[in-house]
């Protein structure tokens, strides 16, 4: 069966420190992946997402960026974080496109920026 | 402008109650909407994901409706359990949409008493 691995599970940063959060899947190949964020009171906010390694594709402009450098490895880094960067960051997978596949969550990352 | 909007924003309940979420989405050309159960400080897990042609699908205790025509959705969790505290998450595709397919409502927030 698939399982998807993200850590750590929180963190806690100082503004413009860097950041590197990791997701893994396993029991699949090929997978799309994607990262999500989820500010308190709103809805999931898609923040990038990849079809294959090393093929990235950005949602909406802002302080992060997102590498695949395996199959099924996800990595969300920032070189210096900011206080808005704070929320609860999921990473996802789907067996084909999110549109028409069911897409299956990690346990999450709680990011905190002081 | 793609939306799902849900309704209400925050129930509470007392334990062995009915209870029923509601999802309105101007999503188009639809192409599935899916409900997901989130536990505080977990990632979403999917309960049904239904298509144009479904109107009801059931998950244990977890019902869900789908009115295509007037693009409502509801979920109706029957004989409610402490465990189903959570928040639940309404989320529309449409027809064509890749990874960025997806529109996800803000959630409705569940809480059972004893």
């Known amino acids: 069966s698939q399982t998807i691995h993200q850590w750590p599970a929180t963190l806690v940063q100082p503004v413009g420190s860097p950041l590197s959060l990791e997701c893994t899947v396993e029991?699949?190949?090929?997978?799309?992946l994607y990262w999500y964020r989820q500010a308190a009171g709103r809805g999931l906010q898609l923040l990038f997402y990849?079809?294959?390694?090393?093929?990235i594709s950005s949602e909406v402009p802002q302080n992060l960026s997102a590498s695949r450098p395996q199959d099924r490895q996800f990595i969300l880094s920032s070189k210096k974080l900011l206080l808005s960067d704070s929320g609860f960051y999921l990473c996802?997978?789907?067996?084909?496109?999110?549109?028409?596949?069911?897409?299956?969550f990690g346990p999450g990352t709680r990011l905190t920026v002081l | 402008k793609n939306q799902v909007e849900q309704s209400p924003q925050s129930l509470i309940i007392l334990e062995g109650k009915n209870c029923t979420l509601q999802?309105?989405?101007?999503?188009?050309?639809?192409?599935?909407l899916r409900w997901y159960k989130q536990d505080t400080g977990r990632g979403p897990v999917s309960l049904t994901i239904?298509?144009?042609?479904?109107n009801t699908k059931s998950n244990g205790r977890y019902t869900a409706t789908l009115d295509a025509d007037t693009k409502q959705s509801s979920l109706h969790i029957t004989a409610s359990q402490l465990s189903d505290s959570a928040s639940y998450i309404c989320?529309?595709?449409?027809?064509?949409?890749?990874?960025?397919?997806?529109?996800f409502g803000k959630g409705t927030h569940l809480i059972i008493q004893p």
């Open positions: 996802a997978w789907s067996p084909g496109l999110a549109g028409g596949n069911e897409q299956f």
């Open positions: 989320v529309v595709s449409y027809s064509g949409g890749g990874a960025d397919g997806l529109t």
């Open positions: 990849s079809v294959g390694i090393g093929q």
């Open positions: 239904m298509t144009f042609s479904e």
């Open positions: 999802c309105n989405y101007t999503v188009s050309p639809f192409s599935n």
């Open positions: 029991g699949t190949s090929n997978p799309n």
